[in-house]
């Protein structure tokens, strides 16, 4: 029997814990300049935004591929790489550099990767500026007109982003929300990105013939997610250019590999398999794929 991994899922969550206090801080400091006229402060607030967005979305990127190689390996019965002994239990940052050491296959494509997230985070970071400037006037407004002063509502909100106080819904409760829905969400869409570029590798292709789409099935999740739950196709088919989690924001499904031994039922009489189209109801929430951040 394989032996069984760690689900992706469980992966994600360790990362995104790490990472969190950092953006969290990073957000904090970009509304507390923006709030306080400092241009500045803001704008380090930002570019820190962006840095440790793009590290972190990296590092999501080669934790993918280095998981599908684990897969791979396990489905097959046999190391498909030269890797001994489990991650050591240490910070993401310590364990992206044992993955480069360990996993050369995973390493190789996660280099042009990095630069494309770098790129990115940059983008992600001005919209966040801007989502944040307008919650925090939203804010403001509404305390004006209830009968606060606007320098007291600035105040309170100043205060609560330093403070880290929970009390100030245009403050450090909203940096939070707001950092655990961006780095949820991109994360996610990085470690797919990962395992969907590794897949292409000859050795682990031996090995893995499709993808099983997985949403967690609980109160939470959306009817067009939970409509493509269980739906398999062929790592190679166009379908997952639409269907590749996440499909919305705060999305928990993963895709799961499908060893060849299980793709029979797919195959035409020619054994080729064949394109799928997905289930009915299936795909990404409305206009996320079109402005996900």
């Not at 609980?218 to 067009?224: G, H, I, V």
Request: charge should be neutral.
């Amino acid at each position: 029997m394989a032996k069984r991994v760690r689900q992706p899922a469980a992966e994600l969550e360790i990362l995104q814990h790490s990472t969190h206090a950092g953006l969290v801080d990073a957000l904090a400091r970009l509304a507390a300049g923006q709030l306080e006229g400092d241009e500045r402060a803001a704008r380090d607030g930002e570019l820190d935004l962006a840095d440790q967005l793009g590290e972190a979305m990296a590092a999501a990127d080669l934790f993918g591929r280095r998981r599908l190689i684990l897969e791979a390996s396990a489905a097959a019965g046999q190391r498909l790489y030269a890797a001994p002994g489990p991650l050591p239990r240490v910070g993401f940052v310590e364990a992206v550099g044992e993955i480069l050491r360990r996993y050369p296959s995973a390493a190789a494509g996660w280099r042009d990767a990095r630069d494309k997230y770098a790129a990115g985070a940059f983008a992600l970071a001005r919209a966040a500026k801007v989502t944040v400037a307008r919650h925090v006037r939203d804010v403001i407004e509404k305390a004006v007109k209830l009968g606060t002063p606007q320098d007291k509502a600035v105040g309170d909100i100043l205060e609560s982003l330093r403070s880290g106080s929970q009390d100030v819904d245009g403050g450090a409760r909203y940096a939070n929300a707001y950092a655990e829905t961006v780095f949820r969400t991109n994360l996610a869409t990085a470690y797919t990105d990962g395992r969907l570029e590794q897949v292409r590798d000859p050795n682990i292709r031996k090995v893995i013939g499709g993808w099983r789409f997985d949403a967690v099935n609980d109160s939470a999740t959306r009817p067009n997610h939970k409509a493509a739950d269980g739906f398999v196709a062929s790592v190679s088919d166009p379908v997952w250019e639409d269907l590749r989690p996440p499909l919305g924001y705060n999305c928990r499904c993963a895709l799961v590999m499908v060893p060849w031994s299980a793709m029979g039922k797919l195959a035409n009489a020619d054994g080729v398999v064949t394109f799928r189209e997905a289930p009915p109801g299936a795909g990404p929430d409305q206009h996320f794929r079109a402005a996900p951040f």
